[in-house]
């Protein structure tokens, strides 16, 4: 079945998943925030912002105009910060048709209200367009998706009809889509590996080597399932493409923007100075702060997360941080 797809969100994995799915054949347009770019992909097919050096298909579409992009979509795919989700989608709801999928790729928590994504949409759309909500998420640079590098990631819905034409939709002989119905435990997954892939970044600029990072993450996955749990997703989504699968790739990935973030901590720079030069946004910034607050408003147990927190907003220093979580009480591995 080929759909009518609003791509709302045009940086690098919004316009990589737009050039996909018109390459595939679906009647796909792209929404970008800034007209100047929006005429630039127009004239040039190329995102030269936030995707240089890759041609994009013929058949895009490009608007600035919200109202222009939904008309008459039979899906939405959403690629907005998840910081901006409320604002940009909330503006959105009149002009999305009624029987539309909602599709999310954004990767966060909300800050001011300690929200994942999918709670965010609770919020502001009605109940039978929530119904019809899915997040897509998994292990995915947007770069090597562009490049039709062989990726497989994750698309959760509650139903599973829903699953299953997202699925559908998205799944080329390159990007094979796993279906799931956790939605909690994929969005988490996606949020919290962030966060943790700026630390295994600051491991990498103090020099520390393979059996610290390969420390991180592993613990990094057990804080993550820890809060997942929870909040009522299954253990094993975090043993899955959206868990243990989108950790590693961004704990290890030179492409990896969170990655980078801590890397440039661990060799003494500033976060506000590395951020000033940073053009995409690193969610795990953000998500660091989100993620120590939920923690301990649910009483969840995140010492990675915490010692994250205090280096990113207290100034703590990055060896300190380390010698903590070495040095803490000790303990079962499963506890």
Not at 58 to 70: I, S
Not at 149 to 177: C, D, G, L
Not at 284 to 290: C, H, I, L, R
């Amino acid at each position: 079945m080929l759909e009518k797809i609003a791509v709302i969100g045009a940086g690098s994995w919004g316009t990589t998943l737009a050039d996909l799915l018109a390459k595939k054949g679906h009647q796909v347009t792209l929404w970008a925030y800034e007209p100047e770019l929006v005429q630039t992909m127009r004239d040039t097919r190329e995102n030269n912002l936030f995707l240089p050096g890759i041609t994009l298909d013929e058949k895009l579409a490009y608007t600035n105009d919200l109202v222009e992009a939904y008309r008459e979509c039979t899906m939405v795919l959403s690629v907005v910060p998840s910081q901006l989700v409320r604002r940009v989608m909330g503006r959105s709801v009149p002009f999305i048709p009624s029987d539309a999928v909602i599709v999310s790729a954004s990767k966060g928590i909300e800050v001011d209200t300690l929200a994942t994504v999918s709670e965010i949409y609770r919020d502001i759309l009605p109940e039978a367009m929530y119904q019809r909500f899915a997040a897509l998420s998994g292990p995915s640079f947007a770069r090597e998706v562009a490049q039709e590098m062989p990726t497989a990631v994750t698309a959760a819905a509650a139903s599973e009809e829903i699953a299953r034409r997202v699925q559908e939709a998205f799944t080329t002989n390159f990007f094979r889509v796993y279906r799931n119905s956790d939605v909690v435990g994929v969005e988490l997954g996606g949020a919290i590996k962030n966060v943790i892939a700026i630390a295994a970044g600051i491991s990498d600029g103090l020099g520390f080597g393979s059996n610290t990072r390969a420390a991180l993450i592993t613990r990094g996955l057990a804080e993550m399932t820890r809060l997942g749990v929870v909040m009522g997703a299954q253990p094993a989504t975090f043993a899955g493409l959206a868990g243990m699968g989108d950790l590693v790739l961004t704990c290890t990935g030179d492409l990896s923007r969170n990655r980078s973030v801590g890397i440039q901590i661990g060799q003494g720079r500033r976060l506000e100075e590395i951020l000033g030069e940073m053009r995409m946004v690193a969610e795990g910034v953000k998500t660091t702060e989100s993620a120590y607050n939920l923690a301990k408003k649910l009483g969840v147990e995140m010492p990675i997360i915490e010692q994250m927190y205090q280096m990113l907003y207290q100034d703590k220093p990055a060896r300190e941080a380390v010698l903590e979580l070495m040095t803490r009480n000790l303990k079962a591995e499963g506890a």
